[in-house]
């Protein structure tokens, strides 16, 4: 079946630092979305991507859909301390329908 | 208040007993879902339904059922639960006039089977 690969698994950064974290597919998509989970709260959606190459923002948030539509990239921006959470990816299980697979997260630390 | 709420927040049961976990929404979305989270797992579709009247499996709905009371309640029941059920379970909701591709989750229920 699908999967989703998120890199890297988890990582410490120090305050001020840019991050990069990616999202590879077994299968092409058409849709990408980033969603980020605080501790003990639901996921929330970051940045939705819908074509390939798009490069799409969201404040200090940038996120690529690669050109192969096999991969994402998402990337942070002068991190702060509340950007410690979960990161996911998701695409889409089959074109057209909206049953989301998501992938198994970065998980970001940062030390400030 | 919350859009999506769930309820309870965290529970503890026993194997064999049956548990019920209950969704609500005030969003007017069509759409709803169920997942489990599990660490390094990310979160994984157990069961989803586009409107009352459809519900549909997903890729881990062995031992699991749901109701879909109205347009603003899905619940989640754990006939016999097991202690591998234990986990993180979100409810989420979308809206397919809008595109239907965000979903909106819930904070979580915590469930713990011993």
């Known amino acids: 079946g699908q999967q989703l690969n998120q890199s890297p698994q988890s990582m410490f950064i120090q305050e001020g630092e840019d991050v990069s974290m990616n999202c590879t597919s077994s299968s092409i998509f058409n849709t990408w979305l980033w969603y980020k989970q605080d501790p003990g709260e639901g996921p929330v959606l970051l940045i939705a991507l819908y074509k390939a190459g798009e490069l799409t923002s969201n404040g200090r948030l940038t996120a690529q859909f690669g050109i192969t539509r096999k991969d994402s990239f998402l990337n942070i921006s002068a991190s702060i301390p509340s950007d410690v959470g979960i990161y996911f990816c998701?695409?889409?299980?089959?074109?057209?329908?909206?049953?989301?697979?998501f992938g198994t997260g970065t998980r970001l630390k940062v030390l400030a | 208040d919350a859009d999506v709420t769930q309820t309870p927040r965290n529970r503890i049961t026993k194997t064999g007993k049956r548990i019920m976990l209950e969704c609500s929404q005030t969003?007017?979305?069509?759409?709803m879902y169920w997942y489990r989270q599990d660490p390094g797992l990310g979160l994984r579709l157990i069961y989803y339904?586009?409107?009352?009247?459809?519900?549909n499996k997903g890729e881990i709905s062995d031992g699991y059922s749901v109701s879909r009371q109205a347009q603003a309640k899905f619940s989640l029941s754990l006939e016999s639960a097991i202690p591998n059920q234990t986990a993180l379970y979100f409810c989420?909701?979308?809206?397919?006039?809008?595109?239907?591709?965000?979903?909106?989750f819930g904070p979580g229920t915590r469930l713990t089977v011993l």
């Open positions: 969003k007017g979305h069509d759409r």
């Open positions: 989420a909701t979308s809206d397919s006039t809008h595109g239907g591709r965000e979903q909106f």
């Open positions: 339904s586009f409107d009352v009247k459809d519900i």
């Open positions: 998701a695409g889409p299980v089959a074109s057209g329908t909206y049953k989301y697979i």
